[in-house]
């Protein structure tokens, strides 16, 4: 397994506003990935965060809403951009160990709230 | 993205009674993981499945490959207080890494 950091744990943004998520690991992972839980709800994948090229967004999800940087092997930040309530949510970043990605390992969370 | 529906949505169950749920879904998967979430946490890994019919135990959790590969099951045997939580159900299609994740099953264990 691997142990996943992501900071801020939560925090309460204006709407208009941007907020950084980090994810840290503590070893080399080949995928990282960033998933949105609303609340009460299953998690929803936004995009593979790619190495040293442009993350791969699902269906739905753009990158000038969610920036995604991930500079080395071990860390990636998703970027929610101009926030409305509408984003206030959980957001997860996850790991994998292979390039199937046949284990994925999550971090504790970020919990966001847009007012 | 793809479609998994997991059954049922909730349980509330006695202490000591042995739970199921499934999880469907219309595509062929090539994977599939189950996760419990606690409140406040992210999902934490219980069991992985790589291969059609097979059938993985952690514990007293029991997890299967469905044979048509549109489905997956778990069980808990002899439930106890701790099982509460969400159980997801995560597939792997052929094609692309990114895993595809179930509705969710809801567990109350009554002591």
């Known amino acids: 397994s691997a142990v996943i950091s992501q900071k801020p744990s939560r925090d309460i943004c204006q709407r208009g506003t941007s907020l950084t998520i980090q994810c840290q690991v503590d070893s080399q992972v080949t995928m990282m990935f960033w998933y949105r839980q609303q609340p009460g709800q299953s998690l929803t994948l936004i995009a593979t965060?790619?190495?040293?090229?442009?993350?791969?967004?699902e269906s739905g999800f753009v990158i000038d809403k969610f920036p995604i940087s991930r500079p080395n092997l071990t860390f990636s930040t998703l970027t929610v951009s101009n926030m409305s309530p509408e984003d206030s949510s959980i957001y997860l970043c996850s790991v994998a160990k292979s390039t199937n990605a046949y284990e994925q390992y999550f971090g504790p969370g970020t919990r966001l709230t847009v007012t | 993205g793809q479609q998994l529906n997991q059954s049922p949505q909730s349980m509330f169950i006695q202490e000591g009674e042995d739970v199921s749920m499934n999880c469907t879904s219309s595509?062929?998967?090539?994977?599939w993981l189950w996760y419990k979430q606690d409140p406040g946490e992210g999902p934490v890994l219980l069991i992985a499945l790589y291969k059609a019919g097979e059938l993985t135990s952690n514990g007293r959790l029991t997890a299967q490959f469905g044979i048509t590969r549109k489905d997956s099951f778990l069980n808990i045997s002899a439930s106890i207080p701790s099982d509460v939580g969400i159980y997801f159900c995560?597939?792997?299609?052929?094609?692309?890494?990114?895993?595809?994740f179930g509705t969710g099953t809801s567990l109350t264990v009554i002591p």
């Open positions: 965060a790619n190495q040293g090229s442009e993350a791969t967004y």
């Open positions: 995560a597939g792997q299609p052929n094609t692309g890494n990114q895993f595809y």
């Open positions: 595509s062929i998967f090539n994977t």
